[in-house]
């Protein structure tokens, strides 16, 4: 069955380093990859979307990347600051031309910003 | 100006009563959906619709049963409520349903049945 990991539940960081979130994916073959924060008692609010022919992608501090062959993604923050402390999640879905149209969401990274 | 809301925020209730969320978006989207939320944060789509018709239905109880009356609304009804129900659900809408465009969420109902 198909199966989203991000790589911890919680991860720490010191303020002004970069923070590093992981998703990783099996049984799928995803044709999109979208990132989303949770503040607590808060809907997900989107951030950024990925293609699977697109390796990189930035938007202000935030950048993501799309491995296809390591069936990965990566999520990173760089210069973070106390308020990107939230849940971050990874959403994956096939696009219309896989017959899969659903978002399917990953497990969730609680992120704290340590000041 | 909301995009995406719901009512009621909180919902208190007694295992075996019948309830009902409501969603709008005031978006002009197609797609709406019903995701929910369970303790341990795993967010899991349970409906989706596009311009009123069923289009995701993930294997949820039939007790759960979704009416979309526009493309803005969405309202979900559960019958015979079960302890198991509590959890927070989410309304979100999109352009279109084809996983491609970026879903907007509502603030979340919370259930909890008691």
């Known amino acids: 069955s198909q199966k989203i990991e991000q790589n911890s539940e919680a991860l720490n960081i010191q303020e002004g380093k970069t923070a590093t979130l992981t998703c990783n994916y099996t049984?799928?073959?995803?044709?999109?990859l979208q990132w989303y924060r949770q503040d607590p008692g808060r809907g997900p609010v989107f951030l950024l979307l990925?293609?699977?022919?697109?390796k990189e992608k930035r938007k202000e501090r935030l950048k993501v990347t799309f491995d296809t062959t390591l069936k990965q993604s990566l999520f990173h923050i760089t210069a973070s600051q106390p308020a990107d402390s939230a849940t971050y999640l990874c959403?994956?879905?096939?696009?219309?031309?896989?017959?899969?149209?659903?978002?399917?969401f990953g497990t969730g990274t609680r992120l704290t910003i340590i000041p | 100006d909301t995009a995406v809301s719901q009512t009621p925020k909180y919902l208190v209730t007694q295992m075996g009563n019948d309830k009902s969320i409501k969603c709008e978006q005031n978006?002009?989207?197609?797609?709406m959906y019903w995701y929910k939320q369970d303790s341990k944060k795993f967010l899991k789509i349970m409906f989706s619709y596009n311009n009123k018709e069923l289009i995701i239905n993930e294997t949820v109880p039939n007790r759960f049963s979704p009416k979309s009356p526009d493309k803005a609304h969405l309202n979900l009804h559960i019958n015979s409520l079960e302890l198991g129900d509590s959890a927070v659900y989410f309304c979100?809408?999109?352009?279109?349903?084809?996983?491609?465009?970026?879903?907007?969420f509502g603030p979340g109902t919370r259930l909890t049945v008691l």
């Open positions: 978006l002009g989207h197609d797609t």
């Open positions: 979100a809408s999109s352009q279109d349903g084809h996983g491609v465009n970026e879903q907007f």
């Open positions: 049984n799928y073959s995803p044709a999109y």
């Open positions: 990925i293609r699977e022919n697109e």
């Open positions: 959403a994956l879905s096939g696009g219309p031309n896989f017959g899969n149209e659903k978002l399917t």
